[in-house]
């Protein structure tokens, strides 16, 4: 029924489910070509995140932490996402599914990629948050 909210004209609480389909179409592909895009830069992305985080190779961090850090560093790397915009919506996913720690780990290690990407040592995203 709410694959196919059309074949349910009748249900006024599906008009919302209707009137979004398309929109909901548009983020699942967006979405899988983002996922997409990450997988096949992963190996990059790893020796990136590896070369910022000290003691740790990329699988020894939080599964979860570790999928924020390789969406934020797609974002800041290869999606021309600005460094400040990467960052908060890292930030954002990390407080919400990682630990208590995530927050400040990533992005401390965002922030490291963001500088060297810049090639300036200095970040504009000092104070994100």
Not at 69 to 94: C, D, F, Q, W
Not at 98 to 103: F, H, K, L
């Amino acid at each position: 029924m709410v694959e196919e909210p059309e074949k349910f004209p009748e249900q006024a609480d599906l008009a919302r489910l209707r009137d979004s389909k398309e929109e909901i179409r548009i983020l699942r592909k967006k979405s899988d070509e983002l996922v997409d895009s990450i997988l096949a830069r992963k190996e990059e992305i790893d020796e990136t995140l590896a070369a910022v985080v000290e003691n740790f190779a990329p699988e020894r961090i939080d599964p979860v932490d570790r999928a924020i850090l390789r969406l934020g560093t797609y974002e800041l790397l290869h999606a021309g996402t600005p460094p400040k915009v990467a960052m908060n919506e890292s930030i954002e996913l990390a407080k919400r599914f990682g630990t208590t720690d995530s927050r400040r780990f990533v992005n401390g290690v965002l922030d490291k990629i963001a500088k060297q990407a810049s090639g300036t040592g200095a970040s504009e995203n000092q104070d994100v948050l």
